[in-house]
């Protein structure tokens, strides 16, 4: 007798509880609900930092120098990064060019300080020469035939130009008129 009250005992606290749980569980997806169409939603726009997209350009256009010099045989034409102070600082800045630039600066340098222009020798030397313009040319004449013929080439020229032109316009806007950049 004992175990059939316990039983009916367990019966109708099953079927007490059942409607609870029931019951429960409705108010709380009610409440999750009536929540989530109070809550305000924000969406952010942002924009990467314009220090983030000048490394970004420096990658691929070392990128493009790099995939240039694997390609040329001529050393002449290799792209090469030397750090130089400008003049009137004191600040070292990266100067990426032609080894046939270098060079001829370094040439005319040298011819100018021995003629005995040593204040003037580097500005001379930045006018360029004959053989600049003809080596130009010839830098020209190789950076189109790879874009004809290597993919890999042409894409990381593309991925540069991308690169250099998100950094110039995000420049622009962040400076407006007081930007190098400008439109």
Known sequence: MLVIILRKFNLMFILFTIPLAY???QQA???EKSASEDIERVEVLGSKPLSSLLKLRHEK???FMHKFNDLIDDEDLHFVCKKQVATGSHIRKEVCKNQFEWRIIREIVDEEVSKGNETGAYAIALMGSQEQTYRKKDLLEKINGLL????????????????????????AKKFGVLSQHKN
Do not use: G
Not at 158 to 170: G, H, I, L, P, V
């Open 61 to 63: 256009r070392f990128a």
């Open 148 to 171: 004809e013929k290597n993919d890999d080439f042409a894409k990381s020229l593309q991925e540069f130009n991308s690169a250099d032109e998100a950094y110039k316009k995000a420049h």
């Open 29 to 31: 997806y009610q409440n």
């Open 23 to 25: 019951a429960s569980a």
